[in-house]
């Protein structure tokens, strides 16, 4: 928090102003970074206690590696992967890109059409009733049952992983942007109303901030399971991506070069959650004041 220090100026007719002047205490800014100096230390810790745990695990209890390989061998599979050139078919970066590619394009329409549909039904009794019950519906069924039909209709290309990523990504999207955009207060409707702003403008200077941080919670999810939606997809036919390096890993019984591959992905998992958080802040700035 910042005070305000008043002084009093004479000014040229006599008469004294008074005037703010913000001071700015540097323990706000102190604290923060102790907090993400905190965090960090933190989860570099839990690494490290997994990591030796695992390990004795394996050595202690004599866990065969078909089972569950030691960390050695799974560092060793994942720098095999690593230690090579970026367009090296043997290496990681060409499956990855390929599945964070079909990932990406999913997310976006996924995301758009839920967003953009989640606003028409909070805008409209009638649209929410007529698609409400569809949406639902349509996320009650399991995706593995529905991953084959789109393979079907797709095809083995792209078409069928950005389908699916865009299905799975769609759902958080457009119920956090209905429940956001519903969630305004009918003070701030109304007052919109009394100063004779259109639907749009209410829309757009009201509901949509008062929707961000829902929107931005719906995207956290909708990001994670756009990549899952990818993988899934490559699971069932692809020529390339990081699923059908789990599915040519599992085929020679290569567990550790498996763990390698998931490793990548919780990877990449965090690196996605850590993006949106980061706009998040950015974007929805009152509200990471607010949790302060």
Same mark, same amino acid.
């Not at 390096?245 to 070069?257: C, L, P």
């Given at each position: 928090m910042s005070e305000a220090k008043s002084t009093i100026v004479p000014t040229s007719v006599g008469i004294e102003t008074v005037q703010s002047n913000p001071v700015v205490h540097p323990g706000g800014r102190k604290k923060k970074a102790?907090?993400?100096?905190?965090?960090?230390?933190?989860?570099?810790?839990?690494?490290?206690?997994?990591?030796?745990? #695992?390990?004795?695990?394996?050595?202690?209890?004599?866990?065969?590696?078909?089972?569950?390989p030691s960390p050695a061998a799974v560092w060793n599979a994942l720098w095999s992967g690593l230690a090579v050139s970026p367009a090296s078919p043997l290496g990681y970066y060409l499956p990855l890109w390929g599945t964070l590619k079909n990932a990406a394009i999913g997310l976006a329409i996924g995301s758009g059409l839920g967003l953009l549909l989640g606003s028409l039904m909070a805008e409209s009794r009638v649209i929410e009733k007529l698609l409400m019950p569809y949406a639902f519906a349509l996320?009650?069924?399991p995706k593995? !049952?529905?991953?084959? @039909?789109?393979?079907? #209709?797709?095809?083995?290309? *792209?078409?069928?992983?950005? !389908?699916?990523?865009? @299905? @799975?990504?769609f759902f958080p999207m457009l119920i956090n942007s209905f429940t956001g955009l519903r969630a305004v207060e009918p003070e701030r409707i109304d007052l919109m109303r009394s100063l004779s702003a259109s639907r749009f403008e209410t829309y757009r200077i009201v509901k949509l901030p008062n929707a961000a941080p829902y929107i931005f919670a719906g995207l956290d999810m909708a990001v994670v399971y756009a990549l899952l939606g990818t993988i899934v997809a490559e699971f069932l036919g692809a020529q390339q991506g990081m699923?059908?390096?789990?599915?040519? !890993?599992?085929?020679?019984? *290569?567990?550790?070069?498996?763990?390698?591959?998931?490793?990548?992905?919780? !990877?990449?998992?965090? @690196?996605l959650h850590g993006i949106v958080r980061g706009l998040e802040a950015r974007v929805v700035h009152w509200a990471d004041r607010g949790r302060k």
């Open positions: 102790s907090r993400g100096v905190n965090g960090t230390a933190i989860m570099l810790v839990g690494l490290v206690l997994l990591f030796t745990g #695992w390990a004795l695990a394996v050595k202690y209890m004599e866990i065969p590696s078909y089972i569950l996320q009650s069924l593995v !049952a529905i991953a084959p @039909l789109v393979v079907i #209709w797709f095809g083995f290309g *792209d078409g069928s992983k950005i !389908a699916i990523s865009a @299905l @799975l990504a699923g059908v390096v789990i599915t040519q !890993a599992q085929a020679v019984t *290569d567990v550790a070069g498996v763990f390698a591959a998931l490793v990548i992905l919780g !990877a990449m998992g965090i @690196l």
